[in-house]
């Protein structure tokens, strides 16, 4: 065989170990459907600046009953604990986990702080909402395969999203928002914003959105009406 048939075959092979690889099939990135349906989805974080929900986002969603999903951080569940709480008694709402601080780069953590990050989130949630999370969302998108396999044995599907909206750019307005996702989504696409006050556009934009996938035909759903739960790992 000579070289160029060589690397060529080297190649395919890492394809088709990287395509086989569980950590990287287990990052869902959208729905099992074939149908006009997408997932709303929303990160509500916090770091050192204290942060709160963006209401005109909230009101909006709320007063059209949209199913919309949020992975809270949980220095944020615990700064927004009463309107968590409200909101999740909602049956179109669904709470899920996006870590306990918000730490960007959680690959860089040891397995213990790891494991703190997600279960003390969990632990947060589960006491506000009286729901369990059972999906998982890493800060930034930044994970490798040992992050992945602490969360799996956690109990979590990690989900993150089709493709980034880009709200957090104070740059976009939005109607660049809107032109972006509405260019590009697509049946069973996971849609992310954010709901912490840094969607610049989102509240606007928004409603936009919602209504002209509607007239294509597109319906909403929280992300555990899709997603078959996860088998609960060990502790």
């Given at each position: ?62 007063r059209e009953e949209i199913p919309f999903t949020i992975f809270v951080s949980g220095k944020f569940a615990r700064r927004n604990s009463e309107q968590l ?151």
């Open positions: 065989m000579d070289g160029k048939k060589l690397f060529v075959c080297v190649v395919y092979c890492l394809i088709m170990l990287w395509r086989d690889d569980p950590a990287v099939a287990g990052v869902v990135t959208k729905l099992p459907s074939k149908e006009e349906v997408v997932a709303i989805t929303f990160d509500a974080c916090e770091t050192k600046t204290p942060s709160f929900f963006d209401n005109d986002i909230i009101d909006y969603l709320v709480t409200q909101l999740s008694r909602k049956s179109f709402i669904e709470i899920e986990n996006h870590s306990l601080r918000h730490r960007q780069h959680m690959e860089k953590l040891s397995e213990d702080n790891v494991r703190k990050e997600v279960v003390e989130c969990e632990t947060i949630i589960t006491e506000l909402t009286g729901r369990k999370p059972i999906f998982f969302r890493f800060p930034a998108g930044n994970y490798d395969q040992r992050t992945l396999k602490i969360v799996e044995a956690l109990g979590y599907q990690v989900v993150h999203w089709t493709f980034p909206s880009g709200d957090p750019d104070k740059q976009t307005t939005p109607e660049r928002l809107s032109r972006w996702v509405l260019g590009k989504v697509q049946k069973g696409d996971i849609l992310i914003f954010h709901i912490n006050g840094r969607g610049y556009g989102t509240g606007e934009a928004l409603p936009r959105i919602v209504e002209q996938l509607r007239e294509k035909g597109y319906r909403f759903t929280r992300l555990d009406a899709m997603l078959s739960s996860p088998t609960a790992g060990a502790r």
